[in-house]
């Protein structure tokens, strides 16, 4: 409870217990009422009390202190109500029923308000908060020390100790939870991102696992470089729960160093405008270095400059000759090595948006057959760069210069994944535009189903709804060997193989059959030949299978799956066969297997991992079978490699015929354009167009020809026919398919930035700091806009930022950094849904390997604002015991359940009659106590009546015998002994007297005596 809480149950005991005061006064209060009420308002006592620190919780606490506010007064007014039962009812049952429902009641307001019975505990809860960011790598030995010190605390643990460790960087893991002492090697680090520091993380996490019923200790093992984020307010937290944190320096040692500050260019420039890169270089002494400058990772300019100690500032002019979003690398270095004992923190890197004419990037398969596509891009003001598959970026930075991106006849095969979820990216999060043109490469038949190039683009290849094609039954064979148990990726290559065949079965439909099999010496059917009515269930059971023995047995392989597609009706029959290059066995004969199977209709392809000793022998199989042989190399390919296989085995993935397009939409690419003089294309890649496509042209059963939609930020358009010398030979001496792409491109590509708007990107300290400023047509500051960051991290990751306005047409976000590399941000208009404009930065290594020295002050505040240690060791850290925790356990259940109890009893005893078994028997029992009771009052009459009889006859006897005279003083001598005159004789009755009196006898005796 706050004080303010105190306070107000404060005024709610005063006024009940005023009520009760009263209510005594008036004379309207029971006994009872007065006590129940008292009872009532000690909880409140109890918790005023803590509130106000005049005794502690730690034995007793409430959760929901707050209910007793409401609970006391109901209390109170219950046993004041219960003072007032019927008189009907008995004496006994009246305090039965009072006792039973006012206990019922207080226990259930005492179980609502939730309370807690603590125990005493001075057992510890250590926990190790390690610095593992690249600033400790100047740290002599650093994890050596950290291992030993951390040992050597924890050999002095008791029993009920437990110790734990948390790792921080740019984030912070629990490397280790808390446990028991353990004399098992150390643990494995956790994986996090090494390129930033923020204690106030890892400080938050530790308290967050400290357990409440011990007593907590957080001990800092960091040299406190921090480049993120407020230790002081996870430090705040740690005061507010009573938890110390000791610090152990970690002393980095003192280095010459020569470093990149930072690199300063303009946000953007005009093409042909001369620029500044200013760059802050700093060193420890006076040095003399190589500057190397290059642009788009090609060589730019290399220079010779002496930096004196400390920063100094040097200009490097350039030229922006080419549009788009270019990046600039500087490297320095020594030409004294000595001069410079930490090159990691050598480079920086800023980029430069150029405005001018529109880049676009074609890649093509077929060399040399890209000429028309740029041609055409060339008439529509498009600059062209044209490459191969060698060509193609690996990332979304070297696609970010490109306003469009052509992919054509260029297999998903030859492509890793990075670089097709790269292209995906640069379409969907930074606006780009990419055009995909058909060939027997692309689309399905180049291994891009279920890829991220089918997710980007306005076609699918999934062919399962085309009912017109031949029905497919296929059988997918898969090496599952000890061989196959490698990692690849962080996978193990059969984990890849079993994903591709997963993905296989989501490209056929009911149509379709498809069965899986993973063999080794022998032949195990993991998804017996079926038609595909639930692929996912396929899928799920194919991926679920482990690595087995042995060697492939490819014979057995090879007869199992032939013998189960000869029983099917399909009317194509398929074998894809999967083994390692290299561990294939019981190779012979299986040339004549494939043999009588190509004769019974039945087609088999080879997939090879890896060159090795039997794939010659792998390809001549594939060659006998009229299908089709792959080596692999990299195994991650090998998804792309099934699902492209699977789309051949169709046969219905390439049509290869002429036919005349048919125009059935109007759009940007067509306006203006008829294209009913068309020349015949011959063939084309069988698509299905998505829902929110829009289809342009058509060719035969109204499968699209060309069709475009908008993705995320960017645009994205498919020609499943070609524009070179095979399908479209006849439209390169069209001149309106000329205008056609034309046409298409511009509708395709990136939009150009707003002039109006200004974004600015950089990375110090581990932050991402975006900073837009924003004016409007009038030129005045825009402040009311709506804007977020698309910013695509190293990895393809993808981050949205909302942006807040910081100023007048000024509007700023800063991103924590994990990982070092390229960021490139999107500025996004929410209200239009349109890119503004694009900003790039790079985080390196260099601002956490600066040597700044340990920030001894910093750790130092921590220890002391929370009553910790700096240490020199962590020796005796478990010997320090000077707090005590409670171990709390929660009793309201019990409080329930008892007052359950109490109130069924209570009911019992207010409604419910005694049974006559019961009432006989206690009449009888009180029937004999008040005979026995009248018995002992007769004798006890009858005894007194004696006794005084007795008396007034003893007192007649006294009175009538002779008054003795005693003898006169003689003066100053002793008198003579006098023998004692013999005993009178007693009249009769002193039989009686001589006789041991009773109790009543000895009562009136006594009574005699107080009289006398």
Known sequence: MSHL?????????????????????????????????????????????VDLRVVGDGYLRFTTSWVLLGGAPVAILAALRLGDLPARMGIARRHLVRVLSFGALMLAVLAAAGPELGFPNDALAVIFVVDRSRSIDLVPSAELTITSEMRAAENAMQKDDRVGTVAFAAEARVEDPLRPRSTLPPHEHAAIARDATSLESALRLALAELPSDRVGRLVLLSDGVETRDDAMAAVAAAITRDVPIDVLPLVQERRENVRVVSVRAPVRADENEAFDLRVVLASTAKTDVVVRVSRDGRPFRETKVTVQGGEDVLRIRDVGKDSGLHRYDVAVSAVDPKADDSPDDNTGSAFVRVRGVSLALVLEGYPGQSAPITVALENAGFRVRQGGPFDVPRDVEGLAPYDLVVLSDIRATELAGAQLEAIATYTRDLGGGLLLLGGDRSFGPGGYARTPIEDVSPVSFDLRQKQRRASLAEVIAIDYSGSMGMEVAG????????????????????????????????????????????????????????????????????????????????????????????????????????????????????????????????????????????LIVDASRLPEVFTQETVLASRSAIVEKPFAVKQVGSGPATRGLSLGDAPELFGYVVTRAKPRAEVLLTGPDDDPVLATWAVGLGRAAAFTSDYKNRWGRSWGAYATAGKLFGQLARDTARREDD????????????????????????????????????????????????????????????????????????????????????????????????????????????????????????????????????????????????????LVASVAARKLGVPALVTHALTKLRARRVARAERLATT??????????????????????????????????RAPKVAPPPPAEAPAIASKVDRELTAAERIALKRREKKL
Request: aromatic letters at 4%; one cysteine or more.
């Open 491 to 630: 996978q193990t290559k059969l984990a890849l193989a079993n994903e591709a065949a997963a993905r296989s079965a989501s490209l056929l439909g009911a149509g379709d059959q498809l069965g899986v099999a993973h063999v080794d010496t022998v032949v195990t059917w993991t998804q017996p030949l079926v038609p595909v009515v639930d692929a996912k269930a396929i899928a799920e059971k194919v991926r679920h299978v482990g690595v087995g023995g042995g060697g492939i047995y490819t014979d057995l392989a090879l007869a199992a799956s032939y013998k189960a597609l000869d029983g099917t009706t399909a009317m194509l029959k398929h074998v894809l066969l999967f083994a390692d290059g290299g561990d294939a066995e019981q190779l012979a004969g299986c040339r004549a297997l494939v043999e009588a199977a190509r004769m019974r209709g039945i087609t088999t392809s080879v997939i090879s991992l890896g060159e090795g000793s039997d794939s010659p022998e792998l390809s001549e199989l594939a060659k006998i079978g009229q299908g089709r042989f792959y």
């Open 755 to 902: 002039p109006r708007a200004k974004l600015e990107a950089d990375t110090s300290g581990g932050t991402l700091r975006l900073r837009a400023d924003v004016l409007t047509s009038d030129g005045r500051s825009d402040t009311l806009r709506s804007l977020h960051a698309k910013i695509v991290g190293p990895g393809g990751t993808v981050t949205d930022a909302p942006l807040a306005a910081w100023g007048p047409g000024r509007y700023a976000v800063d991103v924590p950094l994990g990982r070092k590399g390229t960021y490139v941000a999107t500025l996004v208009d929410d209200a239009k849904g349109e890119v503004i404009t694009t900003a790039g930065a790079v985080l390196g290594e260099g601002h956490e390997l600066t040597p700044t020295g340990t920030d001894h002050a910093l750790l130092e505040r921590i220890a002391t604002m929370t009553r910790g240690q700096v240490r020199k060791d962590l020796h005796g850290l478990f010997t320090e015991r000077g707090r005590r925790a409670f171990v709390r356990t929660p009793v309201g259940s019990s409080f329930s359940l008892a007052s359950a109890l109490l």
């Open 5 to 49: 809480d105190a306070i107000f149950a404060s005024l709610v005991l005063l006024a009940n217990a005023a009520i009760l005061v009263r209510a005594r006064v008036n004379r309207n209060a029971p006994p009872f009422a007065l006590v129940a009420g008292a009872l009532a308002l000690a909880p409140l006592v109890w918790i005023a009390l």
């Open 940 to 973: 006890i009459a009858t005894n007194a009546a004696e006794a005084d009889a007795i008396a007034s006859r003893t007192r007649a006897l006294v009175k009538k015998a002779p008054r003795i005279e005693p003898p006169p003083l003689v003066a100053m001598t």
